[in-house]
T-cell receptor
């Protein structure tokens, strides 16, 4: 199993540009999450999807949109990037059950100039 | 979700037990305590979780007080590779839960 994969690993954007961060998991997990982590800070939840077909806002959803394309894939879109969105973005998934372990991807390092 | 309070940083000598405290005084009856760690800039990694009983696995032990208002993560024989940021989270084990990571405790293992 590849676990949780994210693409791209690095990205530089200019202010106003748009892009989509891709996330996929091959563990048949129901719930998926997008977090951002600013330097020296903890993770903040942007959006999450409790199950296929549902999405909900997290702590910092402004400026982002998400799509739960199917059970495997959960994408995060920046429609008009701003320097304040410079961050490391982590995708995670979890299959609720006995262990309730959340698995994280390697992250996407985004810089907006 | 209940909030957690952790010290921002701690040091521990290599080979000694590292004890990381967490306060969660507003935890509700069906909320679990989870611990994750983040090594350098990698994605966080699950360590252990518990409801009210003490738990142990291959990585660590989790001690939860009887009133469940606080807990301690114990790394029994800390190594340099345990240097990381440790997050204590409380949450219900349901798919529609929001998980709040906070800023965690930066543990430094000293040779």
């Amino acid at each position: 199993n590849a676990g949780v994969t994210q693409t791209p690993k690095f990205q530089v954007l200019k202010t106003g540009q748009s892009m989509t961060l891709q996330c996929a998991q091959d563990m048949n997990h129901n719930s998926m999450y997008w977090y951002r982590q600013d330097p020296g800070m903890g993770l903040r939840l942007i959006y999450y999807s409790a199950s296929e077909g549902t999405t909900d806002k997290g702590e910092v959803p402004n400026g982002y949109n998400v799509s739960r394309l199917n059970k495997r894939e959960f994408s995060l879109r920046l429609e008009s990037a701003a320097p304040s969105q410079t961050s490391v973005y982590f995708c995670a998934s979890i299959r609720w059950g006995r262990r309730n372990e959340q698995f994280f991807g390697p992250g996407t390092r985004l810089t907006v100039l | 979700d209940a909030k957690t309070t952790q010290p921002p940083s701690m040091d521990c000598a290599e080979g000694r037990a590292a004890n990381l405290p967490c306060n969660h005084s507003t935890i509700s009856g069906n909320e679990y305590v989870y611990w994750y760690r983040q090594i350098h800039s990698q994605g966080p990694q699950y360590i252990i979780h518990g409801l009210k009983n003490n738990e142990t696995n291959e990585m660590a032990s989790l001690i939860i007080t009887e009133d469940r208002k606080s807990s301690t993560l114990i790394l029994p024989h800390a190594t340099l590779r345990d240097t990381a940021v440790y997050y204590c989270i409380v949450s219900r084990p349901f798919g529609n839960e929001k998980l709040t990571f906070g800023t965690g405790t930066r543990l430094t293992i000293i040779p």
